[in-house]
């Protein structure tokens, strides 16, 4: 079992900047790969960023690429997600994942998850 809990969402204006972390508690945190999704009203679920077990490689949504980074702490058991440049567009309830089954590379597809947090409000102003 893997519990994770976001928090660092909020209110922010276009061009701003907030950082989400994600802790993670239950298994041994650096054995397999994180995600950060969104949700935006009346969208589908959607994959922003995804860092493997040591963080080496990471993967980017295109809409978020040059904006966001996504990086992970092994020995806080935690993942980060620094957004910079926010737009309107970036407003939507912000998920951590767990990728459990995956020791090595990188979840791309939101059925690979297990594991999820309860979400994060993102909020920017136009």
């Known amino acids: 079992q893997v519990q994770l809990v976001e928090s660092g969402g909020g209110l922010v204006q276009a061009g701003g900047s907030l950082r989400l972390s994600c802790a993670a508690s239950?298994?041994?945190?650096?054995?397999?790969?994180m995600g950060w999704f969104r949700q935006a009203p009346g969208k589908e679920r959607e994959l922003v960023a995804t860092?493997?077990?040591?963080?080496?490689?990471?993967y980017y949504a295109d809409s978020v690429k040059g904006r966001f980074t996504i990086s992970r702490d092994n020995a806080k058991n935690t993942v980060y997600l620094q957004m910079s440049s926010l737009k309107p567009a970036d407003t939507a309830v912000y998920y951590c994942?767990?990728?459990?089954?995956?020791?090595?590379?990188?979840?791309?597809?939101?059925?690979?998850?297990?594991?999820w947090g309860q979400g994060t409000q993102v909020t920017v102003s136009s």
């Open positions: 994942a767990a990728d459990t089954k995956n020791r090595y590379g990188l979840g791309y597809e939101s059925t690979e998850y297990d594991y």
């Open positions: 239950g298994r041994t945190f650096s054995n397999y790969a």
């Open positions: 860092i493997n077990w040591s963080g080496a490689y990471t």
